[in-house]
């Protein structure tokens, strides 16, 4: 079946420092990847999404790019701040189910 | 809209009792899911409806475990009797088919 592996947090940062969380994925067909982001006490908001191999999902300074070669979809930033501080959740939708598979969330934890 | 509505926002409850949590999914979506995010388990999904039918229930923990919906603007999560162990966020998110989920923000249960 579909699944999501995100790697393990906390991941923490200074200010400003480079973020990469890696998420590789595993699914049938050609499925549509995102990031959802958890801020403390939230749901879960939908960071950044792509649809297609070779798409670039950007949105607040953070991107990620669909590479069905190497079944990724890594969440990166180049400068984080101490606001982006929360649990970022790698998902899919493939196309023989709808139902989103999340990963288990990694932290970050970013200091000033 | 407002996005997914859910009710209560924090339920405090003695073990024992019968728990409902509520949630209004967004108009015109046509999934709706319930999902359990603890720090153990991560966010697990519990049951998803198409359409207002339930289609996978697998995730439901035990027979305590209920959820309906009964029109396109509303769906129950029932816990009955609740323990101490279903202490957790729940959580309703909706989606128009492949599209993004959109969640809720939550309901924190505890159950004493």
């Known amino acids: 079946g579909d699944s999501v592996t995100q790697m393990e947090g906390p991941v923490t940062l200074s200010e400003e420092a480079f973020l990469t969380i890696n998420c590789t994925y595993t699914?049938?067909?050609?499925?549509?990847l995102f990031w959802y982001v958890q801020y403390p006490g939230e749901g879960l908001q939908l960071l950044l999404k792509?649809?297609?191999?070779?798409d670039k999902g950007s949105n607040k300074g953070f991107e990620a790019t669909y590479r069905k070669e190497t079944t990724s979809f890594h969440l990166e930033k180049g400068s984080v701040q101490v606001s982006d501080s929360a649990v970022y959740f790698c998902a899919l939708a493939s196309g023989g189910s709808y139902i989103p598979t999340f990963g288990r969330g990694t932290s970050l934890i970013v200091h000033p | 809209d407002a996005g997914v509505i859910q009710s209560p926002r924090h339920e405090v409850t003695e073990m024992g009792q019968e728990v409902t949590l509520r949630c209004k999914p967004i108009?015109?979506?046509?999934?709706l899911f319930w999902y359990r995010q603890t720090m153990m388990r991560g966010l697990e999904l519990l049951i998803y409806f198409n359409n207002n039918v339930p289609i996978d229930d697998s995730g439901m923990p035990e027979d305590r475990f209920s959820a309906k919906m009964p029109n396109a603007s509303f769906s129950t999560l029932k816990i009955q009797p609740s323990e101490p162990r279903d202490s957790a966020v729940y959580f309703c998110?909706?989606?128009?088919?492949?599209?993004?989920?959109?969640f809720g923000q939550g309901t924190r249960l505890t159950v004493v």
């Open positions: 792509a649809t297609k191999a070779d």
């Open positions: 108009s015109g979506h046509d999934y």
């Open positions: 699914a049938t067909g050609y499925p549509s």
């Open positions: 998110a909706s989606s128009l088919q492949q599209t993004e989920a959109f």
